[in-house]
C-alpha cells in the first residue's frame, strides 16, 4: 500500500484545502483577510458618519426655508455655550451620569469581590446569571417598572407607609433619574470588576497578609490599584451609557430634566434644526474624550 | 552568574542551641472529607535549614500553609517561639513566606515590593529606605530597585521575593518551592546562594520542595513527607543511608529493593558493583550473585546498568564514566554478569 491509498497524500483535497495552504504560506495574506472587512466597516460606517456629523455642526438652518445653508459658521456652537438653558442640561447630564458611575463602582465592587473571590463555582454561575439577568427584558419595560415603584401612589410609598414613616415624593425629578440610572447600568460595571478580580491570583492576598497587611491595606494597596482596569472599563459604560442616554428622563424625569439626547431629539425632530443637533452631540463625545485622558493620565490603564 | 555574598561583619554567627523555634504537636488538616495532613509532629530548631520533602500531595505545602496562617488546621497546635498561633492571622506571626509563583504586586516597582510589609508596620522612612537597600544589597539587585517586576527574569524575581520576605527580617521564613519554576543550572547556582544567605543572616529556613537532589544538598535536616504524615525526619545523611522506610528509600536516591533470608535489602546503585567474573571480588566482605544485564544507558556523567538477578529482581548499578575509552563493564545486552555489594553497604529496612 502507498501513501495515497490511506489518504496521507497532502496534494489531496479541493479548492479549500488550496486556500488554507496559500493562507498558510503567505500569513499576511490571511491578517488582510481577517482585518480588512471589520476595518471598512468600522471606518466607512461608523468613523466617517461621526465626521459627517462634525462636519454638519459648522452649517445653519434657513428658519424660513428650513433648508440647510452649507456655509462654515461657529454660531451652534456659541449657542451651546452662551445660552444658559442648554449649560445647565450638559451640566445636569454630566452631574447625573457622574453620581451613576460613582454609585455603580460602589455598589458593583463588593458583588463582584463576592462572586469572584468567596462565592463557590455554582454560587458564582448562580450570582452571574443573576447580574445578567435583567438585560434579557427590555430596557423600556424595567424603566416602566421604575416609575410604577416611584409614583406618587406606587410601590415605594405603599411600603414605606406601610412601616409607618413619612411618604417621598421623589418620582419625575433627578432623584429618580439617578436610581433608576443606577439600576439599569449596574450590570455594566459588575462584570468588568468581576474579571478584573477574578484574574488577581489567590497568592497577592496571601502575600500581602504574609507582609503584615491587614485587610484595609490589602485592599487599598492591592486589590483597588489590580481591579481599577475593571473600574474605569465599567465606568466607560455607566458614564457614556448615562450620558448618552434620553428615554429614563422622559420616562422617570420631572419637569426640567432634559438631558443632552433631548435636546439632540427634539432638534432632529420637531425644530427640524440638524447642525444645532449635531453642535450639541459633540459635547458628550468631548467629555468622554477628556474622561478617558483623564484616566489615562491617573495611570488607570497601566496595570492592564 | 553566582557570586559568593561575603558574610558580614560582626554579625552574630546563627545560634544553635537546640532550642526549638517550632514546635508543631498532632497536626491535622482536612478539606471537604480528604485528610491532607495528619498526625504531624515536628520540631525545628533556630538558625536550621529545615526541608519538608515529599511529592506532590504528599501534605508538605498544606503543612507550611498551616504555619504560615493561610489555613486554619482541624486540630493541633503550632507554636512559634513559645506561643501558640495556629488560630492567628498570617499577619500577626512573625513569619514570613517565599511564593512559588513569586507574588510580587506588578503595579508596585521592586524597590516598593520589598518595602511593602516595612510600611505595613509603620517602621519610620529613613530605617525602611536603607533596609530595602540593604535588602537589594543582599541578593545583588541594587541596581534594579526602579524596575517594575514584569521586567525582570525569573531568577531576579525570585531574588525579589526573597527580600522581601527577608527585609521583615522574621524568626522564621517559609520558602514553598521557590527554585521550581527556574532552569537547571540557575537552580543549582541558586540553591548555593540561598545557603548562603541563609548564614549570613541567621534567619531560620522552613523549605519546601519536592526535588531530593535539592533537599540533600541544602537542608541541615529534613523531614520526608507520604500521604499526609511524616515518614522520617533526619539530616541527609541519615535519610539517604538509614531510610526508614520503603517510601522514603525508594523516594530519595534511587533503590532496588530485594529480598534476602527474610530481610527487605536496600541496594543503592553507587554501591552494586558489576563484572564480567566474580575473581575480583574474592575477600573484602563482597556479597556476589550473578544476573543478567538487560540495559546499559549513557548519562554522560555515568553509565546506567539494569541487571535481572538470577532470584528474578531487578537491580540497578551506575558506573561512573572515568576514563571513557577501555574503562567500563564489557558486556552486551543478555549476557550474564556478576553483581557484588560489600554487606556494609546495604541496609535492611524493618519490618
Known amino acids: ?304 | 552568574m553566582l557570586k559568593v555574598v561575603e558574610p558580614k561583619q560582626g554579625r552574630q554567627a546563627p545560634e544553635r542551641t537546640g532550642e526549638a523555634l517550632l514546635r508543631i504537636e498532632g497536626l491535622r488538616k482536612a478539606f471537604k472529607g480528604t485528610v491532607a495532613v495528619e498526625h504531624v509532629d515536628l520540631d525545628i530548631r533556630r538558625g536550621e535549614f529545615f526541608t519538608l520533602l515529599g511529592p506532590s500531595g504528599s501534605g508538605k505545602t498544606t503543612t507550611l500553609r498551616l504555619i504560615a496562617g493561610f489555613e486554619r488546621p482541624t486540630a493541633g497546635t503550632i507554636m512559634l517561639e513559645g506561643k501558640d498561633v495556629a488560630t492567628l492571622a498570617p499577619f500577626e506571626r512573625n513569619v514570613n513566606t517565599v511564593f512559588q509563583d513569586y507574588a510580587l504586586f506588578p503595579h508596585m516597582t521592586v524597590a516598593e515590593n520589598i518595602a511593602y510589609g516595612l510600611k505595613a508596620k509603620h517602621v519610620a522612612k529613613e530605617e525602611c529606605r536603607s533596609r530595602v537597600a540593604e535588602a537589594l544589597r543582599m541578593v545583588q539587585l541594587s541596581s534594579l530597585g526602579e524596575r517594575s517586576p514584569a521586567q525582570l527574569s525569573g531568577g531576579q524575581r525570585q531574588r525579589v521575593g526573597l527580600a522581601r520576605a527577608i527585609v521583615n527580617r522574621p524568626g522564621l521564613l517559609l520558602l514553598d518551592e521557590p527554585l521550581g519554576a527556574l532552569d537547571l543550572k540557575l537552580r543549582q547556582d541558586m540553591q548555593i546562594e540561598l545557603k548562603h544567605i541563609q548564614e549570613t543572616v541567621g534567619i531560620t529556613f522552613l523549605y519546601v520542595t519536592h526535588d531530593q537532589e535539592e533537599a540533600l544538598s541544602m537542608s541541615d535536616r529534613i523531614a520526608v513527607f507520604n500521604n499526609g504524615r511524616i515518614e522520617q525526619v533526619g539530616s541527609p545523611r541519615e535519610i539517604y543511608d538509614r531510610p526508614a522506610s520503603e517510601f522514603v528509600a525508594r523516594f530519595v536516591g534511587t533503590s532496588s529493593i530485594i529480598e534476602r533470608d527474610g530481610r527487605r535489602l536496600v541496594l543503592r546503585p553507587e554501591k552494586v558493583r558489576l563484572a564480567l567474573s566474580a575473581d575480583g571480588f574474592a575477600g573484602g566482605g563482597w556479597h556476589v550473585e550473578s544476573g543478567r544485564l538487560e540495559e546499559s544507558v549513557y548519562v554522560g556523567l555515568f553509565t546506567r546498568h539494569i541487571v535481572t538477578l538470577d532470584g528474578g529482581e531487578a537491580v540497578v548499578s551506575v558506573e561512573p564514566n572515568s576514563d571513557g575509552s577501555d574503562g567500563g563493564l564489557k558486556a552486551v545486552r543478555g549476557q550474564t554478569v556478576t553483581v557484588a555489594w560489600k554487606s556494609g553497604g546495604v541496609f535492611s529496612l524493618a519490618g
Do not use: C
Open chain 1, 1 to 304: 500500500m502507498t501513501a495515497a491509498e490511506f489518504g496521507l497524500d497532502g496534494r489531496q483535497g479541493g479548492a479549500l484545502r488550496r486556500l488554507s495552504a496559500l493562507f498558510w504560506r503567505r500569513p499576511s495574506l490571511a491578517l488582510v483577510g481577517l482585518v480588512v472587512p471589520p476595518l471598512a466597516w468600522l471606518v466607512l460606517i461608523y468613523i466617517a458618519a461621526l465626521g459627517v456629523l462634525f462636519i454638519a455642526a459648522f452649517w445653519s438652518v434657513d428658519p424660513f426655508t428650513g433648508e440647510i445653508d452649507r456655509t462654515w459658521t461657529l454660531a451652534n456652537f456659541e449657542a451651546v455655550v452662551s445660552i444658559s438653558t442648554y449649560r445647565t442640561i450638559v451640566f445636569r447630564t454630566i452631574l447625573i451620569a457622574a453620581a451613576v458611575t460613582l454609585t455603580d463602582a460602589i455598589l458593583a465592587f463588593p458583588v463582584a469581590y463576592f462572586m469572584a473571590r468567596i462565592a463557590g463555582r455554582r454560587l458564582r454561575l448562580v450570582l452571574i446569571t443573576l447580574v445578567v439577568l435583567p438585560l434579557w427584558s427590555s430596557y423600556l419595560a424595567r424603566i416602566y417598572a421604575w416609575r410604577l415603584i416611584l409614583a406618587h401612589d406606587g410601590a415605594l410609598n405603599w411600603a414605606l407607609r406601610a412601616i409607618g414613616l413619612p411618604s417621598l415624593s421623589i418620582g419625575y425629578s433627578n432623584w429618580a433619574m439617578w436610581i433608576v440610572f443606577s439600576y439599569v447600568w449596574l450590570p455594566f460595571m459588575i462584570m468588568p470588576v468581576y474579571a478584573a478580580l477574578e484574574r488577581i491570583p489567590p497568592s497577592y492576598f496571601e502575600a500581602s497578609q504574609d507582609l503584615g497587611a491587614r485587610g484595609w491595606r490589602t485592599l487599598v494597596k492591592v486589590v483597588l490599584p489590580l481591579a481599577m482596569p475593571g473600574l474605569i472599563a465599567g465606568s466607560i459604560f455607566t458614564f457614556s451609557l448615562t450620558l448618552g442616554d434620553y428615554i429614563t428622563p422622559v420616562l422617570v424625569g420631572g419637569p426640567g430634566s432634559d438631558f443632552i439626547g433631548n435636546v439632540v431629539y427634539s432638534n432632529v425632530g420637531v425644530a427640524n434644526n440638524i447642525p444645532f443637533a449635531a453642535a450639541y452631540a459633540t459635547v458628550p463625545l468631548v467629555m468622554m474624550a477628556l474622561y478617558l485622558w483623564g484616566a489615562r493620565r491617573l495611570g488607570a490603564f497601566e496595570v492592564m
